[in-house]
């Protein structure tokens, strides 16, 4: 038996990952498929199992640079996954949803149930099972944090076994931008919300819009910021790259952006190379002038 022609979800061959960035760079993939349900997604994982190959899970694809020469085995999209798993408790205030749910659809979803606290979400481009592993976050305010993980009560995840775990709040451990989900895969995340009146939330979700459009660079294709802040007292990554005079700065279509210092554009038909190169020698010149090593927010996804 053919297992690519018994599978429930249609395989793809060579489709551009680059249609799956938000900074549209990236090769074909072998594989490419879009599950809508959990045995689906179980088959293609356990297709890839049975043909030795790599496989990768994405959602909107806003922190990861695909490789030029594109991905040699699966790569799972979440974007139809369980479309429509977005469950109220509202005798607890806390709201369930799939992996695959976009952040801004989530936010708009609990505003229409009079809940609040996670409005910052509203403008972080990507998926609910992104912004968990990576504990997303965003602030209009110097000094303040809001992170996925601080209104995060469960999450239900794919275990190395291939079986399903929950994991509550105890099991959790977050940081700056990461957490102990890394490698593994997010099926579904429990939020708890609080009451706030409708019109509250929408005021706090357009303040954040407009804070990201007056300080972000949105007109070009990117993957937002591209380095994570180092510690405090250290400046943040967009000052250092800044006071070094590096917004202009390009390598082939990639540019550091004149608008926000920690963003890289495509400002046309850029390369991942390009992309990954402008990244290297910013580090370098960061590094030799500050001694600060910049780490990276995007995920750099390896030719395999």
Not at 30 to 49: C, G, K, N, V
Not at 57 to 63: A, H, L, P, Q
Not at 151 to 177: H, P
Request: with cysteine; proline share 4%; hydrophobic share 40%.
């Amino acid at each position: 038996m053919n297992l690519r022609t018994a599978l429930k979800t249609p395989l793809r061959q060579g489709v551009s990952l680059s249609q799956y960035s938000t900074m549209q760079v990236g090769g074909p993939s072998r594989y490419f498929a879009s599950p809508e349900t959990e045995e689906e997604l179980f088959e293609l994982l356990d297709f890839a199992r049975r043909e030795k190959m790599p496989w990768l899970v994405i959602g909107k694809g806003s922190n990861m640079i695909f490789p030029d020469e594109g991905y040699a085995g699966l790569v799972i999209s979440f974007l139809h996954y369980e479309q429509n798993k977005i469950c109220f408790d509202l005798k607890e205030d806390s709201v369930t949803a799939g992996a695959g749910i976009f952040l801004y659809r989530l936010v708009l979803a609990a505003r229409d149930q009079g809940l609040g606290g996670i409005e910052f979400l509203c403008n972080v481009p990507g998926t609910v099972g992104g912004a968990v592993i990576m504990n997303a976050g965003f602030s209009r305010f110097p000094g303040q944090v809001n992170e996925a993980g601080d209104v995060l009560a469960e999450v239900e995840v794919l275990g190395e076994d291939g079986k399903k775990e929950r994991w509550f709040k105890k099991d959790l451990v977050f940081s700056y931008r990461q957490s102990n989900l890394n490698g593994k895969i997010v099926l579904a995340a429990k939020f708890q919300l609080w009451k706030r009146r409708r019109k509250d939330i929408e005021r706090e979700i357009r303040a954040n819009f407009d804070f990201r459009n007056s300080k972000q660079d949105l007109r070009f294709p990117s993957s937002g910021s591209i380095f994570k802040n180092p510690p405090k007292p250290l400046p943040a990554a967009g000052q250092l790259i800044d006071r070094l005079g590096l917004k202009g700065k390009r390598v082939g279509g990639a540019v550091v952006s004149e608008k926000h210092a920690n963003y890289i554009i495509n400002a046309g038909g850029a390369k991942s190379s390009d992309i990954v190169e402008l990244i290297r020698r910013i580090q370098k010149l960061v590094l030799d002038a500050t001694e600060v090593s910049l780490e990276t927010e995007v995920r750099i996804i390896e030719k395999n």
